[in-house]
Structures are given as structure tokens and as C-alpha cells.
């Protein structure tokens, strides 16, 4: 709860640009059910898939969500980076995910994303390293943007608040990735 609360603190009322360090673990348990039996997992921080730098307005959430949004609703793509997550309430397989990806593919605007941000899938989806290579070599091999993935968001716990319209860096290589912020309240 305090990385959470912390990224919280640092998203809605801070007033200085600030990086996003990873959780020093994860979890995807059923944490209200038993507070004394919790499950964690190390964080290794996050994976890079493609190297790069870019910086652009936050856009993201749910890939079910926003694909459900359609064209007419979704959000400016365009000059984002895009931060993507998915759960495993609808007993997501690879196909599912990968169709609702090559949805949002070709949605207005996002041949021109920046980057492209993959909170932590849940255990129980199965997603792995490969899973994420495959996907990014079948739908954005051409593609030269940053990629990375395990960001502490989405449907595990602990998890930093991103503000969508807000401005996200990302700066990814051999040796890892950075990802910053920028405040809504600027002093």
C-alpha cells in the first residue's frame, strides 16, 4: 500500500517532474480475503521490448475498455504514449488478446503513438516475455518506438496512478527503462 499511496501522492499533488521506480515486489492475490495471508512476487522493474525515446501525452487503460470506446470515442492517439493493460476476468487467452490489440492498432492516430507502456498482466493470463515479443513482432515490428512491459499498473497490486492527458517520458535500452512523469499542478 505505502508504493502505491507514495505514486499516488507524487501523481495528484505533486508539483515536480518525478520517475516511476518500480514496486520492490507484486502481487495478484485475493488480498481482501486474508491481509495475513498475502502472496509477493519480486519486481524486476521493467522489460524493454524496443528501445527508444519519446515523450508524449498520457493515453491508456483497459485494452477491453478503450477498444470498446471505438473509434468515434477513443481518445487522440496520435503524438501518446499509450499505456495498455488487460485482465483475467473474461478468461483472456493470447488470440483474444491479440485481436483486441490488432483492434487498436488500426484505430485513428495510433500510427503515430510514441511509445507504448504494458502494465503487469495477471499470473493466471500466462503472459510472458515471448508472449510480448510475439505480439510486438506480429503488430509493431515496423514500428521504431520505445516499448516496455511489467509496469506496476493495471490488475496487480502494488500500482502508480498515471493521469491520462498528462505528459509521460520514456527512455528505454539495453540496459532498461525510465519512465517520468510530469505533474498536472505546476508551481
Not at 499505456?83 to 495510433?110: I, Q, S, W
Not at 504494458?118 to 505480439?135: I, N, V
Amino acid at each position: 500500500f505505502e508504493y502505491t499511496l507514495e505514486q499516488f501522492k507524487k501523481a495528484v499533488m505533486g508539483s515536480h517532474r518525478f520517475q516511476v521506480l518500480p514496486s520492490s515486489n507484486w502481487s495478484d492475490d485475493e488480498w481482501y480475503m486474508n491481509q495475513d495471508k498475502r502472496e509477493f512476487i519480486p519486481n524486476n522493474g521493467l522489460k524493454v521490448l524496443k528501445p527508444g525515446r519519446a515523450k508524449g501525452m498520457i493515453v491508456g487503460g483497459n485494452l477491453s475498455t478503450l477498444i470498446l470506446l471505438g473509434k468515434d470515442y477513443m481518445p487522440k492517439l496520435a503524438g501518446s504514449i499509450l499505456f495498455v493493460e488487460e485482465c483475467n476476468e473474461m478468461e483472456m487467452d493470447k488470440p483474444y488478446f491479440h485481436r483486441m490489440f490488432g483492434a487498436l492498432t488500426r484505430m485513428p492516430g495510433f500510427e503515430k503513438i510514441k511509445g507504448l507502456v504494458f502494465g503487469r498482466f495477471q499470473k493466471e493470463t500466462k503472459w510472458e516475455m515471448e508472449d510480448f515479443k510475439e505480439l510486438i513482432s506480429r503488430r509493431l515490428a515496423d514500428k521504431n518506438i520505445p516499448i516496455v512491459c511489467q509496469a506496476d499498473f493495471g490488475h496487480t497490486t502494488p500500482f502508480f496512478t498515471f493521469g491520462i492527458g498528462g505528459t509521460a517520458e520514456l527512455d528505454a535500452d539495453q540496459n532498461g527503462a525510465q519512465l517520468f512523469f510530469e505533474p498536472f499542478v505546476k508551481e
